[in-house]
C-alpha cells in the first residue's frame, strides 16, 4: 500500500478499500461518497458534505438512518442479551415471531429467522422441498433473489449472476412486464398470456413436479416492474395445480413499503404459502425472516 500521510482521510480510506476487500465490492460514481455519519433522511459524507439520501440503502432504512427508538431498542437489547443460539428459547425471538404471525396474510403464523433475505429465499425453497418431497421451482425472469449459490440461481438478472450455470432445478417463467411485453400484446387484450404460458412452461420444460414458485410482488431490481392485479392469482393457481408451494419475495417490498398494506402480495389478493422478509425490516440490522403456516 502507498504511503498514506500524506493523502486526505478520504483518500486514506479509499486506498485502505482497495487493500484490504474484495475487488468484488463496487461503490458507485468515479469518485466514491465516503461515508461517515447518518440521520434521519440525510447522510454525510466525511469532508462533511450534507446529502438527502433517496436510496436507503438498497431499500433497507425504510424508518430513516440512526433512528433514535430503534437505536434504543437495539443497545439495550445488546445490553441484556445477544447471542445463545437457537437451542434456548428467547423472549424477543418469540415476541417477533407472533408479531409477524398478527401482521402476515392469511394463515402465516409460524418463522425461523436469519440474517439476510438471501437467508430467507434459501430457507424457503429448502423448506418447500421438504414438504412437497420435489426439488424444482419456478422463479421469474429479472427477478432478483439474493447472493448465494441458490439465490443466484434463482434471479433472473444476468447482471446479477456469476460463477457460470446456476444450481439445478430451477427454471425461469416470463413475469408480468407490460412496458417491455416478451409477447409483444398490450394489456387487457393480451389475457395475461404470460401467466398463462407458465403452465406451458410447466409443462415442457419441467418435471411437472413442483416444489415451489418464487416471486417478487413488485420487482425490484428489475426494473420496479409492477404486474397486473390479476397476473399472481392465475399464476398461484397455476402452481397449486401442480403441487407447488407459493413463496413471496417481500425482502424488498415487506414491511409498508409498496404502501397501504403490510406486504406487497396483498395488493394483489393473493394468500402466499410462505413470504419472506429481511431489509426494512429490522431497519438495516441483519435480521431476515421466513414465515410459513
Known amino acids: 500500500m502507498r504511503d498514506v500521510a500524506r493523502l486526505s482521510r478520504r483518500q486514506e480510506i479509499l486506498e485502505k478499500q482497495k487493500t484490504y476487500l474484495f475487488p468484488s465490492i463496487i461503490n458507485y460514481y468515479s469518485e466514491p461518497l465516503v461515508l461517515e455519519r447518518g440521520k434521519g433522511l440525510q447522510l454525510y459524507d466525511v469532508d462533511?458534505?450534507?446529502?438527502?439520501?433517496f436510496f436507503g440503502g438498497i431499500l433497507t432504512v425504510i424508518a430513516g438512518h440512526c433512528n433514535d427508538r430503534i437505536t434504543d431498542a437495539l443497545v439495550e437489547q445488546a445490553r441484556r442479551l445477544q447471542h445463545v443460539s437457537t437451542l434456548f428459547p428467547t423472549e424477543a425471538q418469540v415476541e417477533l415471531a407472533e408479531t409477524l404471525a398478527r401482521i402476515t396474510p392469511g394463515r402465516l403464523?409460524?418463522?425461523?429467522?436469519?440474517?439476510?433475505?438471501?437467508?430467507?429465499?434459501?430457507?424457503a425453497v429448502l423448506m418447500a422441498r421438504a414438504y412437497t418431497g420435489r426439488h424444482e421451482v419456478v422463479a421469474l425472469r429479472h427477478g432478483y433473489s439474493g447472493r448465494s449459490a441458490l439465490a443466484m440461481s434463482l434471479t433472473g438478472n444476468l447482471a446479477w449472476r456469476v460463477g457460470g450455470p446456476g444450481l439445478p432445478g430451477v427454471v425461469h417463467a416470463h413475469n408480468a412486464y407490460c412496458y417491455r411485453c416478451p409477447f409483444e400484446k398490450?394489456?387487457?387484450d393480451c389475457d395475461l398470456i404470460c401467466a398463462r404460458d407458465i403452465e406451458e412452461m410447466i409443462r415442457t420444460a419441467s418435471s411437472g413436479a413442483l416444489a415451489?414458485?418464487?416471486?417478487e410482488p413488485i420487482q425490484g431490481v428489475g426494473g420496479f416492474v409492477t404486474p397486473p392485479r390479476e397476473y399472481f392469482s392465475i399464476v398461484a393457481g397455476i402452481v397449486r395445480k401442480y403441487g407447488g408451494i407459493f413463496i413471496s419475495d417481500e425482502v424488498q417490498t415487506g414491511f409498508g413499503r409498496t404502501g397501504g398494506k403490510w406486504f406487497g402480495i396483498e395488493h394483489w389478493?393473493?394468500?402466499?404459502?410462505?413470504?419472506?422478509?429481511?431489509?426494512?425490516m429490522a431497519n438495516g440490522a441483519p435480521v431476515g425472516a421466513t414465515t410459513a403456516t
Open 109 to 123: 403464523q409460524k418463522s425461523f429467522f436469519t440474517n439476510s433475505g438471501t437467508e430467507a429465499n434459501e430457507t
Open 48 to 53: 462533511g458534505r450534507e446529502y438527502l439520501d
Open 269 to 280: 389478493g393473493v394468500e402466499p404459502d410462505i413470504i419472506t422478509a429481511a431489509k426494512g
Open 212 to 215: 415451489a414458485f418464487i416471486a
Open 186 to 188: 398490450t394489456y387487457p
